[in-house]
């Protein structure tokens, strides 16, 4: 008997594009959303994206709510959350980088309403995805929820971002070659389930970025575009797993406990690219496959050594041997490497 069913839960509109952050009331009524919208957004985001979305409400009398958070904290998700008590929002308006993101959408999945996301960075596949979190001490708030009922990318606004966002987003992508890696071997060993549609989607998103590293350069409005249509096909890579497994294995382990280690030192990207590089190591040994990795987000101007992030080799160790303890998640990394091996991996690769 036929037992299995599935439920892809995907973005309904994304927009992407020059100029598309004035579309911003045309996408949110495409998507039907409806009541007063609350704008989370942080100090930056703030002008170069938030205050143009504010005014296109106040135009056609939507009457929008704002509020600015400082820090990915869940004292500022808290804060959102008294806000919407007293404005009684219809949905939730992301608008900045990875924090403001975040932290729009733990609110409104705890409000249960719809979310919108505007990033104004290209940094990470969370700007498609509904999966966060935020720090709280030594342990995370996270949340699967579905994704953003809306993307609104505006290419324009994203060139302008620093360049080493962008550099974090190509190395978040560039690290599905891994985390497929990954997820195929806990299919093997434990029987997790495995989806070759977005095993093949994830990776070949990888592959693509990769043939078109040359075209990305700082500046230039067409690499935020490849950076960002590659985001979103991660993220679509997500939603059709209906898990983070496509784009998120051992070397995210790895950023996850360097996060505790040496908190606030480099961005979420490149700490998985760095990861990547010892995770093809600890997958085959073989030179190739870890120097591509290396050699592609070298020519993306990523990090690929401690140095680079700015943390310390005893650093990298650190969170490279204590990886597997952050969650229940089957990775080459299985029950825990060695410190010999750690070192062995790290100094081998050029990491350390
Ligand atoms: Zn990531």
Redesign the pocket.
């Known amino acids: 008997m036929f037992e299995k069913s599935t439920w892809i839960r995907l973005p309904r509109n994304v927009v992407v594009g020059h100029g598309v952050l004035d579309d911003a009331v045309e996408v949110v009524r495409d998507t039907h959303l409806t009541g007063r919208p609350l704008v989370v957004t942080s100090p930056t985001p703030k002008t170069v994206a938030a205050e143009n979305v504010v005014a296109q409400f106040e135009a056609v009398g939507d009457d929008p709510a704002v509020v600015v958070v400082e820090e990915a904290t869940f004292e500022s998700v808290e804060r959102v959350l008294g806000e919407a008590e007293a404005v009684d929002p219809g949905y939730l308006v992301g608008v900045g980088g990875g924090k403001a993101i975040d932290i729009a959408k733990l609110a409104s999945d705890h409000l249960n309403v719809g979310f919108v996301s505007v990033p104004t960075a290209a940094s990470?596949?969370?700007i498609v995805s509904g999966r966060g979190s935020v720090p709280e001490g030594d342990t995370r708030h996270s949340v699967s929820a579905a994704p953003p009922l809306a993307v609104i990318a505006d290419t324009g606004v994203i060139a302008d971002a620093p360049w080493e966002l962008t550099t974090a987003g190509c190395a978040?992508i560039i690290?599905n070659y891994t985390a497929v890696k990954d997820w195929r071997l806990a299919n093997r060993l434990q029987h997790v389930p495995y989806s070759e549609y977005a095993g093949a989607l994830s990776q070949m998103t990888a592959e693509m970025l990769v043939d078109n590293a040359a075209n990305i350069k700082p500046e230039l409005e067409e690499s935020a575009w490849v950076v960002v249509k590659a985001l979103v096909s991660s993220g679509v890579a997500m939603s059709i797993a209906d898990s983070s497994r496509p784009?998120?294995g051992s070397e995210?382990l790895f950023?996850h406990q360097l996060d505790r280690i040496a908190p606030g030192k480099a961005l979420?990207?490149h700490q998985?690219g760095v990861g990547s590089i010892l995770a093809e190591y600890l997958h085959s040994g073989q030179e190739g496959q870890w120097m591509a990795v290396r050699d592609a987000l070298a020519s993306l101007d990523a990090p690929t050594t401690a140095d680079e992030l700015g943390v310390t080799d005893d650093e990298v160790l650190a969170a490279l041997t204590s990886a597997h303890e952050i969650r229940d998640r089957y990775t080459i990394l299985g029950g825990g490497i060695s410190e010999v091996a750690a070192r062995e991996a790290a100094s081998r690769t050029g990491v350390i």
């Open positions: 990470h596949d969370g978040d690290s784009a998120s995210h950023s979420h990207g998985v």
